[in-house]
């Protein structure tokens, strides 16, 4: 009947890009605002490390403005953002070695809060300890395979949107994951 | 078609596949359900999909206030020596923010205290907050529900996104989630509703009014929980399970042509069987009334027309009226009691008087 309500209806995110590629600082803070969140949880869910993440977000808002007269037109800031924290992190991980978390790391982080796709589904019945695997699982794959399944079943973007990520055979990823049953 | 050959893997990647699990609606629905039909071999793997898919799980992770405000005060730092080392003297446009922001620092010594007095006890808060939640935060996750209304003296007949049909009575609210949940279509019901519950095996249809539950698979059936007045709930076809989360919790079970009258207050319930004319009559704008008293008339009526009624005298105690009323104006119904019970009415606009004879 009514045309789907998305979070988003409340801010006008591509007119904050607008502003900020017109050099209105408010845009910066604007995005910021709206994003930061969902940027800290995808940057947490790539690398556990909160000083890290917090690094490469800095360093992904300092960028766009300081090319802010030649940032593209908005077509998809959200997609935007995500790439360029990943790209971020993908490239100072690199530097500094970091990738998979190790084994340990994760037993001393247990237990650990799973967050399912869709908090919508309020109420579903879950369970619980699939979900811990599926968390941990998660945590062992490579940089780019979780950053994919990031986007598909975490952030809602389509599978032509992440397809532009990729070259990874993600059927091998579902394949691996399905495994846990 | 190219579906026939899916494996898990491609019905978890399969984005329309996706959208029927976690957010179905009735293009998905048909689709897949058609699917399910001409090849039930893939029954399994499509279960197990969605399992996959609920369960689709990442950590969580909960990053405090005062970290979002530190990174950003870092970025704004970071962003004005940008500028600065840009501007060397030039005059630029300044935003909005550090046209603010200068202001404070220039001169203005009160101002400045004030801001920082603010910005203190702010991040006081903050850090009490956060001692206070404790280590993990829970996500306020905003659902979307889709909400319906009809107002005393309008009935609202709505077609649900799985195709079930709905009957709102005068008076009556019911809200749900956008889509439903994926395991669930569940509604939440204040007042009258009549219901004709679209089949879909793998979602029970639940209406929820208040403590009580009644949750169906496939039927129809009319429920009464107006806030004043008795609850009754008939069941026309299929089977409805009802629960009640009492001091006890109970639960029983309706077959077609039962209904269930239930006390709240004394934690009752009483199964009779049901003449669906006086329960489901309002669905085709027949009023009936069944060895009701006055009083209940009066609530039936304001509610049907819309109106005020107002009461000169009381009506005598074991004044009990039947009758049955198709598509007649509230004039005429008064007319057709007004014999009966003895009474004279007035109408003006929305305003009813009825005096009774003393």
């Known amino acids: 009947l009514k045309s789907h309500i998305s979070q988003i209806s409340f801010v006008d995110v591509d007119n904050l890009w607008k502003c900020l590629t017109e050099g209105d600082k408010n845009g910066l803070e604007g995005l910021y605002k709206y994003f930061s969140r969902a940027l800290f949880q995808h940057g947490l869910s790539l690398i556990a490390d909160q000083d890290f993440v917090q690094d490469c977000i800095q360093e992904v808002f300092i960028d766009i403005w300081k090319y802010h007269k030649s940032l593209p037109k908005a077509e998809n800031v959200k997609l935007y953002l995500f790439r360029s924290l990943s790209h971020k992190i993908f490239r100072e991980a690199k530097k500094a070695k970091k990738g998979k978390t190790s084994e340990a790391e994760i037993q001393l982080e247990m237990p650990i809060f799973t967050e399912s796709r869709e908090n919508e589904l309020i109420g579903i019945q879950r369970d619980e300890q699939l979900q811990k695997k599926m968390a941990l699982a998660m945590k062992k794959l490579p940089i780019r395979q979780k950053e994919v399944l990031q986007y598909l079943f975490f952030e809602n973007f389509s599978y032509e949107e992440t397809s532009k990520v990729m070259g990874i055979n993600l059927r091998s990823v579902i394949h691996w994951l399905g495994k846990l049953f | ?358």
């Open chain 2, 1 to 358: 078609m190219g579906k026939l050959n899916y494996t898990i893997e491609d019905f978890v990647l399969d984005a329309s596949f996706r959208k029927w699990i976690l957010s179905p609606d009735e293009s998905t629905k048909k689709y897949w359900e058609d699917y399910l039909k001409k090849h039930p071999s893939k029954y399994q793997d499509i279960l197990l999909a969605r399992v996959l898919l609920l369960n689709m799980a990442r950590a969580a992770y909960s990053v405090s206030e005062s970290r979002i405000e530190s990174t950003w005060e870092n970025i704004d730092r970071e962003v004005q020596k940008l500028d600065n080392n840009a501007l060397q003297g030039k005059v630029l446009p300044i935003s909005a923010i550090s046209t603010i922001k200068r202001h404070g620092h220039q001169g203005n010594a009160y101002q400045f205290y004030r801001i920082a007095g603010i910005l203190v006890f702010g991040l006081a808060l903050v850090i009490v907050f956060n001692i206070l939640k404790s280590d993990h935060e829970v996500k306020e996750v905003p659902a979307l529900y889709e909400e319906h209304y009809a107002p005393p003296g309008v009935k609202s007949n709505l077609m649900l996104q799985d195709g079930s049909k709905v009957i709102l009575n005068a008076g009556s609210f019911i809200r749900y989630k956008k889509n439903f949940d994926s395991d669930k279509r569940e509604l939440e019901l204040v007042g009258e509703a009549y219901f004709e519950v679209a089949k879909d095996r793998l979602r029970p249809f639940i209406v929820k009014t208040g403590i009580i539950t009644t949750q169906v698979l496939g039927t129809s059936f009319n429920i009464k929980a107006y806030p004043e007045g008795e609850m009754k709930i008939a069941l026309l076809t299929g089977s409805v399970e009802i629960n009640m989360d009492l001091d006890h919790s109970e639960k029983i079970h309706l077959v077609p042509g039962e209904a269930v009258k239930i006390d709240l207050e004394k934690q009752e319930f009483l199964k009779t069987d049901f003449i669906s004319e006086d329960l489901i009559g309002w669905t085709y704008n027949t009023i009936v009334f069944k060895q009701a008293t006055m009083y209940e008339i009066i609530r039936i009526l304001e509610n049907w027309y819309g109106v005020n009624i107002n009461l000169i005298n009381n009506p005598h105690q074991d004044l009990f009226i039947s009758g049955r009323f198709q598509e007649q104006t509230l004039g005429n119904v008064l007319e057709g009691l007004s014999y009966s019970a003895r009474f004279k009415y007035e109408i003006n606009r929305d305003q009813v008087t009825i005096t009774f004879e003393n």
